[in-house]
């Protein structure tokens, strides 16, 4: 079945420093990508959909320029976390639809990213 | 491998009909249990979740999922389902306080006006 690979699956990294995530469709095309966040015992909060060869829209609250999305691909989206801080620890998810963007074809998630900021 | 399996891909159902869809997952120990929906066009939304206390959890818009700890399971259920609750919906498992989150593959559900 189709997979979405997101790397790294855990990263820690010092205040003041950028991080990218990236997340891959490996055998499909993804025409939409979403980018969520996780903190502990919360449900999850969209961050951005990212559609290939456009710009991101970000969700209310959401600083755009301290979360780059670049979505370069049909097979590539990627979450560069900018001047990172402690506050931005957080687990960071993806998931991706197929090509054509249909509504209902299916959706895929990454395994995820642990974020610890110190 | 740790993984949260769902059993059924897609379901057709009709109006008024009742509603289980299945989720089991393969951790011991704590676990934290969600049920998400993707209506069409929009973005995950979260239908419930389970942390402790009592298995049986209710959640928005009729829905309700009991967490069975001796056959790993976590099934959501609606006794009479609408037009409306045709969508993708998704099981996930946090494993432990700090674990990520890992999600099944989704199940998609038709229901027929």
């Known amino acids: 079945g189709a997979v979405v690979s997101q790397h790294p699956s855990w990263v820690i990294c010092k205040s003041g420093t950028s991080v990218k995530i990236e997340c891959r469709s490996l055998?499909?095309?993804?025409?939409?990508m979403f980018w969520y966040r996780q903190f502990p015992k919360q449900s999850l909060m969209l961050m951005a959909t990212s559609n290939e060869g456009s710009k991101a829209t970000y969700e209310q609250g959401v600083e755009k320029d301290k979360f780059l999305i670049n979505h370069a691909s049909l097979t590539l989206s990627t979450l560069t976390v900018t001047s990172a801080h402690p506050e931005d620890s957080s687990f960071y998810i993806c998931s991706a639809r197929g090509q054509g963007g249909r509504d209902n074809s299916p959706l895929h998630f990454g395994n995820g990213t642990r974020l610890t900021v110190t | 491998a740790q993984s949260v399996s769902q059993h059924n891909h897609h379901v057709i159902l009709s109006e008024a009909a009742s509603l289980e869809l299945g989720c089991n997952y393969s951790?011991?120990?704590?676990?934290?249990l969600f049920w998400y929906v993707q209506y069409p066009g929009q973005h995950l939304q979260l239908l419930l979740k389970y942390f402790s206390g009592d298995p049986l959890v209710k959640g928005i818009k009729g829905f309700e999922a009991e967490f069975i700890k001796s056959k790993f399971s976590f099934n959501l259920r609606k006794p009479s389902v609408q037009w409306s609750d045709t969508a993708e919906y998704f099981c996930?498992?946090?494993?432990?306080?700090?674990?990520?989150?890992?999600f099944g593959k989704g199940t998609k559900l038709s229901v027929k006006p």
């Open positions: 055998d499909f095309q993804a025409t939409t």
């Open positions: 951790y011991g120990g704590t676990v934290n």
């Open positions: 996930a498992v946090i494993r432990g306080s700090q674990g990520n989150l890992i």
